[in-house]
């Protein structure tokens, strides 16, 4: 048996302000500090072989404060792609929400929010996103879980969405409802024939 762990980074200071991240690299707020801390306990019982990040910081240090405590001997291989980033938001990027469902309204901010193929000006889609994010799965992560090892993956709202959206055949309607906390393990268990056994978030 092997499992994913997908964790969404800690509270950044833009989700803490409101504001469309996406590719901007903005630090984890002290909240996002505190979630990376908690997820420590959560995670302690389980054994990580390899640890995969985005290039942001914001996945990157919620990985780092994990590691930190559960591989205080470094030994855990950490690998960083930038198609695990979250999906870019083009001209939306640094924009507060609010506003823009003020200005634009809140049918169109909740489109390009959470629409599955429609994408913000000069921005990606979360189609988009997960025509990255599946590639690398599948190359880089998918053999490692078949062969029993343990993957922790931190990154990001959308590219998470995306990869849970294929593990668990979410269709394109359902995939707009689901939003992912930050700084919560989701877990994957597969079985020996690398078939989903179960999917849930870690509790205390």
Known sequence: MSKLILIRHGQSEWNLQNRF??????????????????????????????????????????????LEKIDPEEKIPIFRSKALNERHYGDLQGLNKAEVGEEHGNEQLHIWRRSFDIPPPNGESLKDTMDR????????????????????????????????????????????????????????????????????????
């Open 21 to 66: 991240t996406g590719w901007v690299d903005v630090e984890l707020s002290p909240k996002g500090f505190e979630e990376a801390q908690d997820a420590i306990d959560l995670l302690k019982d389980i054994e990580i072989d390899y640890v995969f990040t985005s290039v942001l910081k914001r996945a990157i240090h919620t990985a780092a404060i994990i």
């Open 133 to 204: 994010v599946l590639p690398y799965y599948k190359e880089k992560i998918e053999p490692l879980l078949k062969d029993g090892k343990n993957v922790l993956i931190s990154a990001h709202g959308n590219s998470l969405r995306g990869l849970m959206m294929y593990l668990e055949d979410i269709s394109k309607d359902k995939i707009t409802s689901l939003n992912i906390p930050t700084g919560k393990p989701y877990v994957y268990d597969f079985d020996d024939k690398f078939n989903i056994i179960n999917h849930e978030y870690i509790k205390y």
